[in-house]
């Protein structure tokens, strides 16, 4: 197995903060803790704080996971995201 050294990743642009958004919210709603939401996919609850404190992104696998973790329906998910990302972009 090789191991690639990690790289600086860019700052999370409009659409990946309006994903982590989306999974705030329905975080909230249904009551689940960023520590319940990584055991729930597999991944540490550093992995997780720091994407939805906007530190970093999502990967498409991760929106998949965790739509699937807290039963959300993936496009509307994401076009959500969509909706509020160009609000956004419109309204800086």
Known sequence: MTIMPSAAQPEPGPFARAISAQFRSSLAR???SGVK????VGKSQSYISKRLRDEAAFTCNDVEDICAALGEDL???LRAAVIASRRARLDP
């Not at 939401?37 to 729930?40: C, I, Q």
């Open 30 to 32: 249904q009551r689940i």
């Open 37 to 40: 939401l990584g055991a729930m």
């Open 75 to 77: 496009f509307e998910v």
